[in-house]
């Protein structure tokens, strides 16, 4: 569901009425927080949700971003930042695959990183609305303290790719 609502929110957001959008996406962000309160309590984590939650998360951030660039909300450099780590870690993921060395957990860092991009995203869409238009520093500020984070746990995921790949090397007949 979440997935799906991307393209509603852009068209919402991008059409002119991004205070519905803004609803739309803090639906959204909720019922990802629910599901995952709900899947960790009663013990159903899947793999398919190991894999589709973060890439959820991916899609949201890129989206948001780029809405936000769309519309001036966003300095075009900060949202390539982050769409840049994006595309670099989703870009590692298949090379751990086909080496058969499994997925890396998601780190702490990486968890604080896209809380701090989706509240920081967030403010500058309600900011776009016109509501809290005085506190958009906050937003800023949030968008660009998440980039920092992103590239550490971009930093962290390497590091643990390169140890990875080290130990199957040290492994190999």
Do not use: C, N
């Not at 001036?72 to 993921?93: K, M």
Request: charged share 15%; net charge positive.
């Amino acid at each position: 569901m979440r997935l799906a609502s991307v393209p509603v929110f852009l068209w919402l957001f991008l059409g002119g009425h991004e205070l519905v959008a803004v609803y739309v996406y803090g639906a959204a962000a909720f019922s990802d927080f629910v599901d995952g309160v709900i899947a960790r309590a009663l013990k159903q984590v899947t793999e398919l949700g190991k894999l589709l939650d973060p890439l959820a998360d991916r899609i949201f951030v890129i989206a948001l971003a780029a809405a936000l660039v769309a519309r001036g909300t966003l300095f075009w450099g900060l949202a390539v930042a982050v769409v840049a780590r994006d595309v670099l870690v989703l870009a590692a993921f298949p090379m751990l695959e086909r080496r058969g060395l499994g997925r890396i957990p998601v780190h702490f860092v990486g968890k604080t990183a896209t809380a701090l991009l989706l509240f920081g995203l967030s403010w500058l869409a309600l900011t776009a609305s016109g509501i809290g238009w005085a506190l958009h520093a906050v937003g800023e500020g949030s968008v660009v303290a998440g980039a920092i984070a992103y590239w550490a746990a971009g930093a962290i995921y390497l590091r643990e790719m390169r140890a990875r790949i080290q130990g199957a090397r040290g492994r190999a007949p």
